[in-house]
């Protein structure tokens, strides 16, 4: 039987930030279908751990990265439409408890919009990820 990392999410209105928190992973397998399905795969220490999501919209394959770290796996999704999303998941209720708000990237509509107007650039994110070399990370083809 496989367990469930901790999963993390952040939403931007153009992106979602998926983060999985699995330090170590091994054999990391990630599927994202343009109708919203996530899916990721991965063993450590003999154990293997999956999570399958149904997003709450559609996503841009082509347009969303990932990157494969020493602690965790980020994936930045980007989002077909422009849109703020009222929750991650397609279904309504309670969320798994493996689901977790990612406090540290979340930044709420209005204040994305306030920020915005004041001219500064959020095309890009500001966690960090625009200091990885775009090398570094891969997209579905790769």
């Not at 994305?112 to 500001?126: C, T, W, Y």
Request: proline content about 4%; glycine content about 4%.
């Amino acid at each position: 039987m496989s367990r469930h990392p901790t999963v993390k999410w952040a939403q931007r209105c153009d992106k979602i930030y998926l983060t999985v928190e699995l330090p170590d992973a091994k054999d990391v397998n990630l599927k994202l279908e343009p109708e919203g399905k996530f899916s990721f795969s991965a063993n450590k220490d003999g154990v293997s751990y999956e999570v399958d999501l149904e997003l709450f919209d559609k996503v841009s394959t082509k347009e969303s990265k990932f990157i494969i770290g020493m602690r965790s796996i980020v994936y930045v999704i980007k989002k077909a439409e422009k849109k703020w999303w009222s929750r991650l998941l397609k279904d309504e209720g309670k969320p798994p408890a493996f689901l977790k708000v990612d406090w540290d990237k979340w930044i709420d509509e209005e204040d994305e919009n306030e920020k915005a107007k004041d001219g500064k650039d959020f095309s890009k994110s500001d966690m960090g990820w625009d200091d990885l070399d775009i090398d570094d990370t891969k997209d579905e083809e790769g």
